[in-house]
């Protein structure tokens, strides 16, 4: 396993503007990193710069400590498994897993062990003498993976490898890649578009937005204490509501916030330092309750999605018409489309934002 350390990496195609620019990050050895992000955002292109793929155009790569920025990618000590499989099909799967140690020169008797330790791993040695076109997208991946396991590679990267995959096969293949991380203990990046999959796999997550890190952190701590509306946004299904709101005062020492439509909010925290006029309010879909349309903000039901495991009610607050999303239990009486009830906020685990999207820090 090795360490990787992002030092100010930037990345620009020509005389275009910069696609990644000034960016910093530290890897740990054996630690599991989620790049994560919209689609443009520079993961992948960040990625493919690690490997080796694509050029830095200015600032350091270093693995192990060592400056890689001039590297082949054969000599990075580095594995990467891409979104397609890429498996030649008219090798078996103990060949397509050896190939790249047959290139190398290594004796048949030392590939096929290592093959076969591989193959164990990932629980896939009952399939080594068939084809690709004999197995499922699940079993393809896992032979993709397996390619790279057999390099022993100091550093494993991943391209959105569940991509391909249906929802079922991509929470298993989650749980294997878990599981992978934990027998072998090897630094990985993972780079996705899925919330879901940075939440469950990460030690950390990495969140991109324009090329730029918008926040780094473990995926609790990012869930809970977003820096910035947008990975607020971005972390959490369904995400965070958003309110914008105005500062109406204090009365003894709780802040008091005013909506759309004369409705107004007792916040019951205060920012600390200066505190604008102009905020927007974010609080997730469970520490929002349904109350009685006197009792709380008012506001139309619109959509009521009930999934069994939970009901999500999505609402529009009166005076604003701001979409507004409660989880309420699956067992709960919830309200009718079109009815007029009323939403309590728990302030306690509320956020407040400046109109710049960054946020508060609250006393």
Do not use: W
Not at 11 to 22: H, M, R, T, W
Not at 241 to 254: H, I, K, R
């Amino acid at each position: 396993m090795a360490s990787l350390s992002l030092r100010n990496i930037k990345k620009a195609y020509g005389n275009n503007a910069p696609v990644i620019e000034g960016l910093n990050l530290e890897v740990g050895k054996g630690e599991f990193v989620v790049f994560v992000g919209p689609s443009g955002c520079g993961k992948s292109t960040l990625l493919r710069m690690i490997a080796g793929l694509e050029d830095i155009t200015g600032g350091d790569l270093l693995i192990e400590g060592e400056r890689a920025n001039e590297l082949h990618p054969s000599e990075r000590g580095i594995a990467m498994v891409f979104q397609s499989y890429a498996l030649y099909p008219h090798m078996t799967v103990g060949e397509n897993m050896g190939f790249a140690l047959r290139l190398s020169g290594m004796d048949k008797r030392a590939i096929k062990e290592a093959v076969g330790r591989a193959a164990e791993v990932l629980r896939i040695t009952h399939l080594l003498d068939r084809k690709p076109a004999a197995l499922s997208g699940g079993q393809r991946q896992r032979v993709a993976i397996g390619r790279a396991i057999v390099r022993q590679p100091k550093v494993f990267l991943f391209d959105e490898p569940l991509s391909n995959l249906d929802a079922s096969l991509r929470v298993q293949m989650r749980i294997e890649l878990a599981r992978l991380h934990r027998e072998l203990g090897t630094t990985m990046v993972y780079v996705t578009h899925d919330q879901v999959e940075a939440m469950t796999l990460g030690d950390r997550i990495a969140v991109f937005n324009a090329g730029k890190l918008e926040q780094v952190g473990p995926p609790i701590q990012l869930y809970r204490e977003p820096r910035s509306t947008f990975v607020a946004g971005f972390l959490g299904s369904p995400k965070m509501n958003f309110l914008d709101v105005e500062t109406a005062g204090a009365v003894a020492g709780n802040l008091q916030l005013k909506l759309g439509g004369n409705q107004s909010l007792d916040f019951g925290r205060t920012p600390v330092g200066t505190l604008p006029s102009q905020l927007t309010l974010g609080i997730r879909p469970e520490h929002v309750r349904v109350v009685p349309a006197a009792a709380g903000l008012q506001a139309r039901v619109d959509m009521v999605e009930n999934l069994g495991d939970t009901q999500l009610v999505h609402t529009a607050l009166a005076g604003s018409e701001a979409s507004f999303s409660i989880r309420m239990a699956p067992d709960a009486i919830s309200p009718r489309v079109g009815d007029v009830v009323g939403i309590h906020i728990d302030s306690a685990n509320a956020l407040l934002f400046d109109r710049t999207g960054r946020a508060l820090e609250l006393a």
